[in-house]
């Protein structure tokens, strides 16, 4: 049983804090710019890879703080990515952010996290997160490259056109609820049931 909550955020709205500058916290980087790409962030750590600094050239909203954590950098931020190679302070970070009642995700400790990073299937404006309950990162990657190529391309002229009809039904929503339905029936109805 998977008891994680989905969500979608609007990561543009928050302010993000990464605490770390080393592999780990490049592929959260990533992970947070591929998804969001107009993310406010601020990255804290003494050593900080060329890797990363080359993506802060290219994002304004991306603030590198070349120096060791303190306490005040969870002053106004949302969200918390702790990746140093200290698990003590990663520990000690956590608990301090939790005293404030942020959402902490520490790398590699899961008994650490309020929240997993998913495995991210993007065909335009649709989005798959997928979890596995941390049990294997793997097959949320392999399970990515499965369903990005099982998904046809033209979903995406399908929603445009439904969105045009959902905003021309606009009004009455019982009677939206119903057409969306029935013209979307077909998508759903079993093989063999004609
Ligand atoms: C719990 C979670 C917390 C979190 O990080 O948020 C977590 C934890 C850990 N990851 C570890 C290892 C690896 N992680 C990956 C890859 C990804 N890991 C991601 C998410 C998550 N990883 C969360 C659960 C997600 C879920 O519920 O399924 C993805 C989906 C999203 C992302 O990170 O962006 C991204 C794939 C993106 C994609 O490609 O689609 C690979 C594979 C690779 O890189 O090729 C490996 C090596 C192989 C292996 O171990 O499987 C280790 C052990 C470290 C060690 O051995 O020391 C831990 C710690 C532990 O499990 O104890
Ligand atoms: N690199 C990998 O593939 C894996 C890494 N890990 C673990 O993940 C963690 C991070 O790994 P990497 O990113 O590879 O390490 P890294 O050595 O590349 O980077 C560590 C970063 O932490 C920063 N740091 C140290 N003290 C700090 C402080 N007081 N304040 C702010 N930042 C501080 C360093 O400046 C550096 O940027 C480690 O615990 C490592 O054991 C686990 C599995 C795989």
């Not at 698990?87 to 942020?102: G, V």
Request: proline letters at 5%.
């Amino acid at each position: 049983m998977n008891n994680l909550f989905p969500v979608f955020l609007k990561l543009e709205h928050l302010h993000s804090l990464i605490v770390g500058g080393g592999y780990v916290a490049h592929e959260k980087l990533t992970a947070i710019l591929a998804n969001s790409p107009q993310s406010r962030i601020t990255l804290v750590a003494p050593e900080i890879r060329e890797s990363i600094r080359e993506i802060a050239l290219e994002n304004p909203r991306l603030t590198l703080e070349n120096r060791d954590f303190a306490p005040e950098d969870l002053e106004e931020k949302d969200l918390i990515f702790v990746a140093t190679n200290v698990p003590e302070l990663n520990r000690a970070i956590k608990a301090l952010a939790s005293e404030r009642h942020l959402l902490v995700n520490v790398a590699d400790t899961p008994d650490q996290c309020d929240f997993y990073l998913s495995s991210v299937v993007q065909k335009g404006n649709l989005k798959l997160g997928i979890s596995t309950n941390g049990l294997s990162p793997t097959l949320a990657k392999r399970l990515r490259e499965v369903l990005s190529d099982a998904i046809p391309d033209n979903l995406e002229t399908a929603m445009h056109q439904l969105n045009e009809l959902r905003n021309y039904l606009k009004g009455d929503f019982a009677r939206k609820v119903d057409e969306l339905n029935a013209l979307t029936e077909s998508l759903v109805r079993k093989r063999g049931k004609g």
